[in-house]
Structure formats: structure tokens, C-alpha cells
């Protein structure tokens, strides 16, 4: 933990973001509308945003050409932090924020580690989350390890909107290659170097050569390929852009096929132009014939936070006890979770719209009781939402001449048919409107509003044990400020009791947070017997009852307890419903607390596509593994469905143990809004990765070959890749918010429309003359059930057995019985002979199939070398460098050095032995004709 001492960061910048929160679109073969975010923890450095403005328009005229001159950046956005200091020149953002930011400049995930990465964790061709870049890349002191951050920032730009991977894998970085030889992982092949051990200490370096293991075949760990400095190969950005001569993506002509690499495993042995190529960018844009103007850049400073709650009070609200649930949760909204120095105002609406408070900045608790005493009391008459949104608009402009970059927070349970007629007007605001949909029949014009405003869009029904709006409510903190200021929900639950049931459980307080703890109580008709005990067992009191509410609420000052809090709560009257709400904030500044944020892969859904559930845990940008994550989707009618979330790189999944929980969804009940909601729980067994570098990083530059010497850069720090550190026990909750799903079969079919998920993660291992296949067992429908075969197909082409797979060699499975999903299988066969002539590698591939045979579509391909590959024809070792690391002997000097001497030598033992052949022939006799 002492490695994150002093490390303020801000809380929305790591928090899961999908990528349907950008904002980048595609003019005339220009991106506009990027998002660059400056980190509120980066001091204050007018030289980050020149440097900022450099990088990009490098960027532009280098992304220009490697495109064959299609794409570049026509304009950006720099988002400046709030605590830097104001100048004429930086206007208020509108609808930007650190949520949509498409980069950010930020502190390193840990001291030292200034790698750039893009956030990537879907499926190939499918868009990236964000950039990060840290201060120290960006003002070019990483120039030597990463190359010139205008080209880096290209590399990182293919990830994060065209959805490829990288060329080089630091896990593999060394393959058997047909060449029968152990090559370096690259696109492509024509990038030249030399395999070498390299290590320095103090001013000397060893260099020597790179042993095999004797079970891989391959290099041992830290051997590392060291590419010539100067080169004529124009391919490829995707493995190391910082080589002079590099200016292209790899196409299909030049593709390393072979390599091991990431872009050939998730992209299906794709070449990065042949998945740029078949973009929607791609297919929008022609060739350009003249080179595009530079970017312009607008520099935009985050303000205080304006937040105009716009609550519905038509007649509509007052059944299902909808007026006192929308109290409750703006109450707890008020009270706990909108941050200090916020301005929040209040109106109320129905036919007609009345503005019910002017925005107060809240200071302290004086100012969140004063609001209370704005919700409304009644209901009555039609919905008018947009005279509610216009009042709310008034309400801002009354304190402020602008309302760019404010928030509306809009709860609505009825349809309006007038609501379109107000887009326009909310889309030229620039304002932000939250969209909560209370109940079945709650307008979706808004949506509309929400999505291009870049606010966020939840839905509750009236089922109040699912704690739906104060969820929604609760979910609504800024995206702008200080992690110290965030609330964080670490518990969200609710039960229908009869009289004298009883609601038990625990809420875990973990170290990371315990500041301004808030316990929130509600019921529907009767006070409860409440307890609440700390860890010590000590009983807990002094609610604060709120009768006309129906809640009742405890707010600790200060730090609180960590540890195990037990609650009980006992149902005082028939079909009561009761729910239990706990939020806190970090404890320390300096320290990340645990977050948990969720989403849909989605926002709109038609019948039989599934969708993907996403959750990700972090402390800091560190991701927390082997939590227990259970997702909870409830559809339109209160139906809801538990998945237990994923990390494990199969299925859904895409990267092992990156902290992003996943599962497929597929059991749709009806059509209508759903709403998503994740509680997750580390127990014993959650571990935090902690020195594990970023996947889809730019890679390191180890040194440059220049006349056959090594030039090495400093290097990397040194990293376990298994270090894992055991993490305290937590709990969170988080509202992953609402999508929309059409075409579902009104009556439930018995026709099997979703087939087994591919299989992602087959390994093969040669042992002699058998094959060892292990892999993550598929569903019947995607991930859940059993399959029932297995059909495994080996070629000695991956061409042929990618394009050709049911034409390739079948292996014999009758005695493979599958298990359940998400079992690890296991598999071993001897290949026999395969068709194809010189084959160097047999190659494998599996597709399942279920009792409706179904068939999922083929695995990434495994291979097994046939062949023991050649190591490097070098000498054993090379003497120490005299030199610091950036200077060495070259391969010339020595070979001249070795030559030289032998030369002498020689010299020196033909005089030697002339001299001792005319001694011995002057003692012998003469012997004449």
C-alpha cells in the first residue's frame, strides 16, 4: 500500500467507461469531438498543454499517411482541472467530461510506471474505453523507451476506435517459427535485430546470448530482441512505432501469420489493416487528395457542479407509492451523495412547471435540510416534460448567464408525446440530462435526450424491495471531482417480510473507506425494529426517523469502524417491504478506495442477439482479482435474473484477470426497459494484482542495435508478473443502468436459438508424439449448461484450417465428454499424419456443439511445433561493456580485435620458430652434393 501513498487521483477517470460514452465522430475524414482529460492530481504545467497540442498534430499528419491518407484529427478538446489556475482563454465544457474522456493524462498506475495503454477489454473490431498517458510521456522525458509520442499516440488511436491488438506479446515474446528457428514476435517479419541478454549495473553491461529452456524449446525469460536502429521495413505501427522506417499497419501481404501475438489471436489471424479496413470509418471515407489542415483545439476548465433536480408530481406518481419512493431516494441523493461545494436547485412539474428551490451551494448540512423541505407532497394533473426540463433550464440561468456543462436530473414516470419536441432546444443547451424511468410507463423520447447530452440513463419499477431509484439516485455522483468527495455504495438490498420477519445481514467497512458513512433505512408501512451492531459487537443507535418518508437514516461523522457490521431489521406489519442502503466515501485522500462500476456491452437490444455483462474492479487503476460479482437484471415488469460474473478470459470474457468481470445474458423475458444492478464481495480469496503491467500497452524499447552494438535504455521496472497481494475483505454495489430490448417472443419458444460460445482460450503443449489440448468448456446457450461434443480438426495450414475448418483432418473424440460450462477441459491425441507436405507445425481447433446442434463458431487456433527450433549461432558470451549502457563494443571491433590478435600471434610464433629453425640448423652437419 505504501507504493499509492500520495497519490490523489480522480475516481470517474477509473471507473469502467464504455465506449458509447465518447463523443468522436467521423467528418469528411476527420475525427471530431476527442476528449482530452488532464488529471486534477497533475500540478499545474501550461507546458502538458503545448505539449498535449504537439503530440496530436503529430499524431494527425502521421495517422494521415498510414491511413493512405483517409483519416486525421480535425478537433480536440483538453479538459483542464478545476484546481488549476483560470485564464480568459479556457471557456466552461458543455456535455464534456472526464466520463467521456478518449484520453487521459494521468499519474502512473503505480510510482515509475510510465507506460502508455488503452483501456481495452471487448472483442476484436469492437472499440477501446480509453487512452492513458501519464505527465512524464507526454512531455517527452520517455522518449528513449516509447518513441515520439505523436506515433505512440497512433498506435494507442487503433486500439481505442478501431478495436485491434497489439503485434509484439511480452507473455510469448519468442516463437518456433517455420523457418525452423526461434523468432522474435513481430509484424513483420522484415523488422530486423538480434536476440540478446542484456544487463547493466552501475555502468557496466553484460550482453550475452540467450539460452533455450528445456521445456518450451523458446528462450529463457530475459532474453529480449533488440531491433536495428536503422531500417528500410515499413510495417507495422501495431508492434513498435517508434522504429524510424515504420510507417504502415501490416496487410495481409506482409502479415506475420505465425507470431504469437495478440492481434493474431483475438483478430483471427487478421492483419491490423484488414480489421481497419473492414471498419465503419473505413467504409464512410475515400482516399483524400489534398493533406488535411492541422487540428484546432478548444481548452475547456471543469467548474463547480449545477445539478436542477426536475421531478414529476403528476397524477400518475401518486399510486404505487411512487411520490414517497422518489422522496427517499432524493433524499438519500441530497443528503449523502451530491458533493459539497455542489449548487443543486429543485423543480417540480406536472401540466405546468414551477420552480420549487433556486440553486443553493452546499456547504454544509444546513443547506441539504433546506432542500429537503423542497420535495413535493402531492400529486396531480397531466406531464409536461419538457416545461419541467425549460424550468429547470430558468432555475440555472437564474444563478448562472450560461448553463453549458450543468446537469438536469429528470424523473418521469409517464409518457409525454410532446417530449420530442424539446430535443433540438436540449441538444443546443449544452447540458447534461439523467434520465430515471419510474415504472412500465415512463417516455423513452428522453433517451433520446440523455444520449446526446452524454448523461445517464437508469430505470426502476415498482418493485421497491429492488431498491431500484435509490440506486439510480445513488449513482449520480460527479464524474469531475476528487475520489475523497465520492460516495460509494457498498450495500443495496431489500425483502418483502410478513409481520415479524426479519432482514439480517452484514456490510463490510474495508480500510479504503469509513469517512461520512450513511446507513439509510426504508419501509412501506410501519417503522421497523432496527440493530445495528459495529465490529466490536457494540450496538449502534440514534437513527434519525423520518415518519412522513418512511425512512429512517444514521450518518456517522468522521472515520468509521473497519471491520464486519451486522444489522438485523424486523418487519412490524404484513407484506412489508424493506430495503437497506450504506454508502461511504475514502478514508484517506492519498489512498484509491476499492470501486466498482457496470455496464451492458449496449445500450439497445434486439431479440436473439445476447448482450454482455461488464464489471470491473479496481483500487486505483490496479484490478482486483477472484471476487464473487452477481449481476441482477430486472426487466419492464420487476422479473429479475442473477448471473455470477466472470473473470476468467473465456466466453464472454476476453482477458484473463484483468479485474473486468463478464457473462453472456440471453434470458429474455419480455421487451421493455431493464435495468442492471452488481453487488460485488471480496472474501479471503480476492487478491489485487498489483505489479502486473497493462495489456494492450505500447511496447517497451528495450535498445537499438546501431553497427551491431547494442544502445540499451533504462530499464523497465522490474516486475513479477504472478505477484499478487492478498486484499482485505469488501462489499460494493453499483448500478450498471438501463437498456432497452425489442422483439422478444411474446410466448416462450421451444426452439434453441443461442448455440455454444466460441472457445478462446485452446492451448496445445507437445509431449513426444502426443498433443495436450486444455481449454474453457462452452454452454449450450454461449456459457451456461453443457455442450454436447466436441469437434476437434487439425491442419498443417492456419489458413486452412481458419477458412476451411470442416475440410480439415478430424481427431477422434468419441471418449471427450464434455463438462459443465466454465469447467476446464482437457484433451490429449496423437496427431498421425497430416496432408500438408513440409509442414513445420500441426495445428488445432475446436468447435462445440449442443443438443440442438448448434454449432459455435470455431476457437482461436493452437499450435504445436514439430521440430526442436535453432537458437542464434552466436558465441557463449561477450566480455563486459567498458562503457554506460547507451555505448558498447560493436561486433565489427571485435571481429577486428580477434583478427588483429590472431595475426600477431601468428606473426610472432613465425618469427619464434625461424629463430629456432636456424639455431638447430646451425648444429647440424652439412650434408652437400
Known sequence: MELLRNFVFLLALYLLQGSNTSFVQLDNNGYEGIIIAIDPAVPEDETLIEQIKGMVTAASTYLFEATEKRFFFKNVSILIPENWKNKSQYKRPKHESYKHADVLVSPPTLPGRDEPYTKQFTACEEKGEYIHFTPDFVLGKKLNEFGPSGRLFVHEWAHLRWGVFDEYNDDKPFYSAKSKKIEATRCSRGITGINRVYKCQGNSCVTSRCKTDSKTKLYEKDCQFFPDKYQTEKTSIMFMQGIDSVAEFCNEKNHNREAPSLQNKMCNFRSTWEVISNSEDFRNTTVMVTPPPPPVFSLLKIRERIVCLVLDTSGSMGGSDRLNRMNQAAKHFLLQTVENGSWVGMVH??????????????????????????????????????????????????????????????????????????????????????????????????????????????????????????????????????????????????????????????????????KDTFFLITWNQQLPVISLLDPTGKPVGNFTVDSASKMAYLSIPGTTKVGVWTYSLQAKANSETLTITVNSRAANSSVPPITVNAKMNKDTNSFPSPMIVYAEILQGYIPILGANVTAFIESNNGNTEVLELLDNGAGADSFKNDGVYSRYFTTFKENGRYSLKVRAHGGENAVMRNLRHPLNRAAYIPGWVVNGTIEGNPPRPEIDENTQTNLESFTRTASGGAFVVSNVPSLPSSTDVFPPSQITDLEATLDEDEISLTWTAPGDNFDVGKVRKYIIRISGSILDLRDNFDNALQVNTTDLLPNEANSKETFTFKPGNISEENATHIFIAIRSVDESNLTSQVSNIAQAALFVPQAEDIPDEIPPDKNPPTSGLSISTLVLLVVGTVIIVSVILSITIYVLSKKRNSSRPRTGF
Open 349 to 514: 412539474f406536472d401540466s405546468t412547471a414551477h420552480i420549487q428551490s433556486k440553486l443553493i451551494q452546499i456547504i454544509s448540512s444546513n443547506e441539504r435540510r433546506k432542500l429537503l423541505e423542497s420535495l413535493p407532497t402531492a400529486t396531480g394533473g397531466g406531464t409536461s416534460i419538457c416545461k419541467g426540463i425549460k424550468s429547470g433550464f430558468q432555475a440555472i440561468r437564474n444563478a448562472n448567464s450560461q448553463i453549458d456543462g450543468s446537469e438536469i436530473v429528470l424523473l418521469t414516470d409517464g409518457e409525454d408525446s410532446s417530449a420530442k419536441t424539446c430535443i433540438d432546444e436540449v441538444k443546443q443547451s449544452g447540458a447534461i440530462i439523467h434520465f430515471i424511468a419510474l415504472g412500465p410507463n415512463a417516455d423513452e423520447a428522453v433517451i433520446e435526450m440523455s444520449n446526446v447530452t452524454g448523461g445517464k440513463h437508469f430505470y426502476a419499477t415498482d418493485e421497491a424491495q429492488n431498491n431500484g431509484l435509490i440506486d439510480a439516485f445513488a449513482a449520480l455522483a460527479s464524474g469531475n471531482t476528487d475520489a475523497s468527495q465520492q460516495s460509494l455504495q457498498l450495500e443495496s438490498k431489500g425483502l418483502k417480510l410478513n409481520s415479524s420477519g426479519w432482514m439480517n445481514g452484514t456490510v463490510i467497512i474495508d480500510s479504503t473507506v469509513g
